[in-house]
């Protein structure tokens, strides 16, 4: 495979190898060409297309409806969070594992980009958090969902606020110019504050053994996929310690790619009725592993910044 012209956004190196990938979640086939950084392994789109609405329809599920609660629902919610900080044993909502690491105040500020309609702003708003901010360029307008709760659409550079924590929670891939997001959150950050950045993987199994048609490559959506080591070095560059990296890979990695390998679009039918029961099964027991030894193929990356 040649050598590219360009340089890697992660470190900044200038060998770079082509590979073909094809857009296949919606099954549109279009061509691209991602690179791949022979210093530190990232994962970079060559050639970003000038209109990317068309990769991004209706129906893609960041544009879903929210869904709210009602007050008996809120009042749940409330004590189902601090149970959750005060170690009770309960049955845990899916972001517990992150937030409980992190164990921001109820009165924190925080920030989550790449917001989409808000939806996880509203649980933690339902769980009792009061100052929570989303941004997002591509919602319809600015909008105050409850007391407390405000997207914006703009990003987040282009505001004046500062925070306590910032989230992206697949985000940070679609975004094209990693240096200037993390540089961005930086200057939005109070001293000491955190940022949390869950994303796909480079270093996955499933890329190294599928390569295109790893599901999480997701031609030409994502714009960026760091490795571990491309990663830390650009954090490290741009003020932030990396505290901790988390895997938490699903058994999403093994379907959808299995999909793609069956030449077929990701829907949730064929997500639901290509694969058993059992089967599903045993791809989540395989995702755990994966994880447990470091190759599965998304990431929670635990940052603070320095001062």
């Not at 390569?211 to 954090?235: C, N, T, Y």
């Not at 447990?292 to 001062?307: A, H, I, N, W």
Request: glycine share 6%; charged share 25%; hydrophobic share 35%.
């Amino acid at each position: 495979m040649p050598i590219s012209p360009g340089s890697c956004k992660f470190c900044n190196s200038s060998h770079l190898i082509e590979f073909t990938a094809f857009e296949r979640m919606l099954g549109l086939g279009d061509e691209c060409t991602y690179q791949q950084c022979e210093q530190c392994a990232s994962l970079q789109l060559k050639e970003i297309p000038q209109d990317l609405s068309t990769y991004y329809p209706k129906e893609y599920y960041s544009f879903e409806p929210l869904v709210r609660s009602n007050s008996l629902h809120i009042f749940l919610k409330k004590l189902r969070m601090r149970a959750l900080f005060a170690g009770v044993p309960i049955p845990e909502p899916p972001y517990a594992y992150w937030l409980k690491k992190l164990h921001p105040r109820f009165d924190d500020k925080i920030a989550d980009v790449g917001c989409g309609n808000g939806q996880l702003l509203y649980e933690l708003y339902a769980g009792g958090f009061k100052d929570l901010h989303g941004f997002d360029p591509f919602i319809s307008r600015d909008q105050q969902i409850a007391s407390g709760l405000q997207l914006w659409k703009k990003e987040i550079g282009q505001s004046s606020e500062t925070f306590d924590l910032i989230m992206m929670h697949h985000a940070f891939e679609h975004m094209a110019n990693p240096r200037e997001v993390l540089k961005a959150c930086f200057e939005r950050l109070r001293p000491g504050g955190k940022l949390l950045i869950r994303t796909p993987i480079a270093d996955a199994a499933v890329f190294k053994a599928e390569k295109e048609l790893w599901v999480q490559l997701d031609a030409p959506r994502h714009l960026v996929i760091g490795s571990q080591k491309g990663f830390r070095l650009l954090a490290e560059t741009e003020g932030f310690s990396l505290d901790e990296i988390e895997f938490d890979s699903e058994a999403f990695q093994f379907m959808g790619t299995e999909l793609y390998q069956r030449n077929l679009p990701l829907t949730q039918a064929n997500l639901a009725n290509e694969f058993t029961e059992g089967e599903k099964e045993e791809f989540q027991k395989k995702a755990l592993q994966y994880n447990l030894e470091g190759k599965g193929d998304q990431v929670c990356f635990y940052l603070s910044r320095r001062d």
